[in-house]
């Protein structure tokens, strides 16, 4: 590594930081990206600030190109931050990434006009490249934190989407939504058995009507979920079979013929009230308000 | 051999309650026991609880599925209850669904149910088949 020229750069980042910052927030500002009214201008220069002050302090020392080394953890730690906030927020990989390269132009033109005529294309060099390093690493963070992202809002999804509710004393349903994979199956499954267990249910009504699509797979663990609990002495019924699904079964030739199915939620309902010898009357000796 | 399940006698049923893991030497013994007091007690229902039960491999749900048979044979009804949801998800995933085996939630609704089937209220037409 050449320590003068760097040594020149470290120079200029410490003394004239303020100049080089409201250059750069300029800049950024001037940017008409798709995040430009997504992030307020106090946001923007607290991150900036932030970045340069980390920057600054890392390449006192001279430069590293290697963004893995331990002299760059603070600097690493803002970046870091900054791309959880930018993915929270929508921004896409390049509209972040650029937050690092828009420091380039500000900062050559800086050093250029410092440099009084000086050569200083080595250390415009050094320091591209470096930056380029950090803009890399700045999109790899935030790749990561949206895929994280992605991972909760999936596990949230798996949670939320298997209510058990009660009908009646002795009758829950378990409406269905979105496509049924195995490890929803899993989970839907388990939480029905548990509720049945815990409400001491004698029937189960599971409801597709939210299943865009069947195949023998998601037939197959419907028949798995209902033997699993006929094995605890609860019956199930499937209802919301839509016409769809009844052409898809009989051309697929699965066998559903072990299980109580029914067009509608109401029809299961009542079929479920019946074997329990409970019947919903219309109140006699009151007028009918229709 | 010291090991044994205990089977009670209730009226004209028999009541088993599996209160530790079943291993399989014990499942053997209860076969033996449940057989010969069926025939000694001339009883018409088994009422098997296997509520605190939380592992089964494929070859306890075979003596369940066994035992059911053979009472059968012996004229009597047997009724599974209080099964654990990991425990049924295990069995549905062994491939043994047991059909034979008629199942009840608990003891109180299993009770029921082998009364029903004793007293012959038309037991084709029952719920749990």
């Not at chain 1, 409970?278 to 308000?289: D, K, N, S, T």
């Amino acid at each position: 590594m050449n320590h003068p020229k760097t040594g020149r750069v470290a120079d200029l980042v410490a003394r004239a930081q303020q100049d080089i910052l409201d250059d750069w927030i300029r800049q950024q500002l001037g940017q008409t990206g798709r995040g430009a009214g997504r992030i307020s201008e106090a946001a923007l220069r607290q991150q900036s600030t932030r970045f340069l002050e980390a920057f600054a302090r890392a390449i006192n020392g001279g430069l590293i190109y290697d963004a893995k080394a331990p002299r760059w953890d603070d600097l690493r730690e803002v970046l870091k931050e900054l791309s959880l906030s930018r993915a929270a927020q929508n921004f896409s990989t390049s509209e972040t990434a650029t937050f690092i390269f828009s420091l380039k132009q500000p900062l050559f033109e800086r050093l250029r006009k410092e440099a009084g005529g000086a050569d200083v294309d080595a250390d415009i060099w050094s320091i591209s490249t470096l930056l380029d390093t950090l803009g890399l690493y700045t999109s790899e963070a935030y790749q990561k934190a949206r895929e994280e992202v992605i991972n909760r809002q999936q596990e949230e999804m798996l949670e939320l989407s298997t209510p058990v509710v009660q009908l009646w004393d002795g009758i829950v349903a378990l409406p269905l939504i979105g496509t049924l994979d195995s490890a929803r199956t899993q989970v839907v499954m388990e939480s029905l058995l548990n509720e049945v267990m815990a409400r001491r249910a004698k029937f189960a009504i599971i409801d597709i009507t939210g299943v865009p699509t069947v195949d023998t797979l998601v037939a197959q663990h419907l028949l798995k979920t209902v033997a699993a609990a006929r094995l605890m002495g609860v019956e199930c019924l499937i209802s919301g079979i839509r016409p769809q699904f009844a052409q898809t079964i009989v051309h697929l030739g699965i066998d559903l013929t072990q299980v109580v199915t029914k067009a509608s939620l109401a029809d299961a309902f009542s079929l479920a009230l019946k074997k329990l010898q409970m019947a919903v009357v219309r109140l006699e000796g009151r007028p009918g308000r229709s | 051999m010291a090991d044994r399940i205990p089977i009670l006698r209730m009226g004209d049923c028999l009541l088993v309650s599996v209160q530790v893991e079943m291993h399989d030497q014990l499942a053997l013994t209860l076969q033996n026991d449940l057989t010969e007091k069926i025939v000694a007690a001339r009883a018409k229902g088994v009422l098997i609880d296997i509520s605190v039960l939380e592992m089964v491999d494929s070859f306890i749900g075979r003596m369940l599925g066994n035992i059911a048979s053979m009472s059968k044979v012996l004229d009597a009804e047997t009724v599974v209850v209080g099964m654990q949801p990991a425990v049924a998800i295990t069995l549905v995933e062994l491939g043994m669904e047991l059909p034979g085996i008629r199942t009840a939630l608990d003891v109180e609704s299993g009770m029921e149910l082998i009364r029903e089937l004793i007293d012959g209220q038309d037991p084709d037409a029952d719920d749990q088949d």
